[in-house]
C-alpha cells in the first residue's frame, strides 16, 4: 500500500512538471492534413464515452466508422438534468427510459437536429464496462447496448463486459491497480483497450509501436474553435510521420471528468495506448480539451453549459465536429485569416444577427450555423441575419471570407445566441434553492445550486436561500423577474 501510495504521489508530482512546462509553450493552428473523411471514428472514457455517443449519433455523416465507448451510456440519457445524469445515468438507481430515448433520436433526425440514423447501420460500436466500476454501473453499459440495437447491425457490436477494472482507461502496461477507482482513471489491467477498440473501428491493424514513436505531438489552438464553454483554450493531436503526406484515418480521443492536461498533465493524452497503435497504422487522433471550469472537468453530456448539447448545434459539439473537418481538409483554400468580433445580436424568437470584424481583401463571406452553411449566396457585408430558428433555443455561429476566386479562408471563433421565447416574459417560479431542485428547475453540485439550461449559480443549496427563476424556454431558466 506504501508503493502504491509512492507511486502515485510520483505519477502527480510529473503530472505537475508537465502542467508547468506546458504553460511555457506556445499553441500552432490545428493543420489540414487531407485526411480521409470517411474513416472517422471517436472513443471515449466516462464523460468522454458519453460525448463520444453524442458524437457518433448526432454527426453520423461525419463519424462514419463508429464508436469505442467505456463507461459510458445512451444518447440523451440524462435528458437535461444532472439528476438523471447522477442517478440513472450513472448508478442505474432507477431505469433508464431506452425506447423513449430511442424514439427522441428518431424525432431529432427527422427534425435535423442530428444526421439521419440511417448512417449508423454502417458503423460499428465497441463498448466496455469493468465488472468494479461502481461509478457507471455496468447496467448503464447493458442499456447503451440495448439502445444501440436499434440502429447498428449486432454484428458490428463488440461489449467486453468481464474484466474485473474500475472506473478508468485501461491499458495493459501502465497506470494503477486494476479494479481501483483513482485520479488519473488510468489503470493497469492487462488488456490493450485502445487497441481493441481501433481494432475493431477500422480492421486488422499492423502491430503497435512500442518503441519511440516516429510522429508528432503538437499543441493546437483549441480555442479557434471554442471559446469557453467549458473547453481549453488548447488541445492535443498526434500525427504520424506517414500522414504528412499521406491520406490518413482520423480518431478523436475524449478523456473522461478530471483527466483534462491540467488535472492530469500527459498521462491521458501519451499513456493510454492508443499513439502506438496510430502510429504504425497512418491514423490521426485528436484529443480536444476540457478546462478546468467545466463541471468537474467534464464532457457536457447532461447540459450543464447548453439545453442544446446533445444536438448538432451544441457548442462541444460544433467545436469537435470542425476540428474533424479542419483535419480532413487539404488546406488548398484561400490564405485569408479567419474574421474576428463574431458575435450575435438582434434576437427574435425565429432569428438571430450575426456580425463581424471585415477581412481586408474578402469579397464575401460563408456563414455556419451548426456547422452548416446558412446563407445561400456570398454575404456581402458584415452581417447575417439567420432566420427560421426555434424559440428558447441556443445556436453556435461560425464565419469564414472568401477571396475573388470564393475560396473560403480559415474559420472563426463560434460565437453562441439564444432567442427568445415568443412570450411576455416568461414564468417565473420564487422558491428556495432545495425547492428548486426538487421541482427539476435547477441542480445542486458540491453544496451550491445552479439553474438549469443557463447554468447561472444560485448560491448555497439549502431551504434558507431563496430565487426567482424565470424559464424562457424547455428546461431553461435564468435568475430574474417576469
Not at 414 to 433: E, F, I, K, L, R
Request: charge should be neutral; include cysteine.
Amino acid at each position: 500500500m506504501q508503493a502504491m501510495r509512492r507511486n502515485w504521489k510520483g505519477l502527480a508530482a510529473a503530472a505537475a512538471m508537465t502542467v508547468a512546462a506546458h504553460a511555457a509553450v506556445a499553441a500552432v493552428p490545428l493543420p489540414a492534413l487531407n485526411a480521409n473523411p470517411a474513416e472517422v471514428s471517436v472513443s471515449g472514457l466516462s464523460a468522454g464515452g458519453f460525448m463520444a455517443v453524442q458524437l457518433h449519433v448526432a454527426y453520423s455523416a461525419t463519424f462514419k466508422r463508429g464508436a469505442g465507448v467505456v463507461a459510458g451510456g445512451p444518447y440523451y440519457c440524462a435528458e437535461g438534468s444532472v439528476l438523471n445524469a447522477t442517478g440513472r445515468c450513472m448508478t442505474h438507481s432507477t431505469s433508464i427510459p431506452v425506447s423513449t430515448l430511442v424514439s427522441t433520436t428518431n424525432s431529432w433526425a427527422a427534425s435535423g437536429a442530428i444526421d439521419p440514423v440511417s448512417n449508423l447501420t454502417g458503423s460499428k460500436v465497441y463498448l466496455f464496462s469493468g465488472t468494479a466500476d461502481n461509478t457507471v454501473k455496468q447496467a448503464v453499459m447493458d442499456d447503451l447496448k440495448t439502445y444501440y440495437q436499434s440502429f447498428v447491425p449486432t454484428a458490428n457490436t463488440v461489449y467486453k463486459n468481464n474484466l474485473g477494472a474500475g472506473h478508468a482507461m485501461v491499458t495493459d502496461d501502465y497506470g494503477g491497480a486494476c479494479s481501483t477507482t483513482a485520479s488519473p482513471y488510468i489503470n493497469n489491467c492487462g488488456f490493450d483497450l485502445a487497441g481493441e477498440i481501433l481494432t475493431h473501428l477500422y480492421g486488422p491493424l499492423n502491430p503497435r509501436n512500442n518503441g519511440t514513436l516516429g510522429g508528432t505531438f503538437t499543441e493546437f489552438n483549441q480555442s479557434e474553435f471554442i471559446t469557453g464553454h467549458g473547453a481549453a483554450a488548447t488541445g492535443w493531436i498526434y500525427v504520424p510521420q506517414a500522414c504528412t503526406t499521406t491520406s490518413c484515418r482520423v480518431h478523436l480521443v475524449l478523456h473522461g471528468c478530471k483527466q483534462n492536461y491540467t488535472d492530469v498533465g500527459d498521462q491521458y493524452v501519451k499513456k493510454t495506448g492508443y499513439n502506438r497503435w496510430a502510429d504504425t497504422n497512418n491514423i490521426v487522433l485528436i484529443y480536444p480539451q476540457t478546462s478546468t471550469a467545466a463541471t468537474n472537468s467534464c464532457w457536457d453530456w447532461w447540459g450543464y453549459d447548453n439545453a442544446n448539447y446533445a444536438k448538432k448545434s451544441g457548442p462541444q459539439m460544433v467545436a469537435m465536429k470542425a476540428m474533424v473537418d479542419r483535419v480532413t481538409s487539404s488546406g488548398g483554400g484561400s490564405s485569408l485569416p479567419a474574421p474576428t468580433g463574431v458575435g450575435t445580436s438582434g434576437a427574435t424568437a425565429s432569428s438571430m444577427v450575426i456580425g463581424w470584424a471585415g477581412v481586408s481583401g474578402a469579397t464575401g463571406y460563408n456563414v455556419y450555423r451548426g456547422g452548416s452553411k446558412v446563407n445561400a449566396a456570398p454575404v456581402a457585408g458584415t452581417n447575417y441575419t439567420d432566420t427560421g430558428l426555434a424559440a428558447s433555443t441556443t445556436y453556435s455561429w461560425t464565419v469564414a471570407a472568401l477571396d475573388a476566386s470564393n475560396a473560403q479562408g480559415a474559420m472563426s471563433t463560434a460565437a453562441t445566441g439564444t432567442t427568445t421565447s415568443g412570450g411576455t416574459g416568461g414564468t417565473c417560479y420564487t422558491a428556495s434553492n432545495y425547492a428548486h431542485t426538487l421541482a427539476g428547475r435547477a441542480y445542486a453540485l458540491w453544496g451550491l445550486t445552479y439553474a438549469y439550461g443557463s447554468a447561472q449559480a444560485m448560491g448555497l443549496w439549502n431551504i434558507y436561500v431563496t430565487t426567482t427563476l424565470k424559464q424562457t424556454g424547455p428546461n431553461y431558466y435564468v435568475i430574474g423577474t417576469c
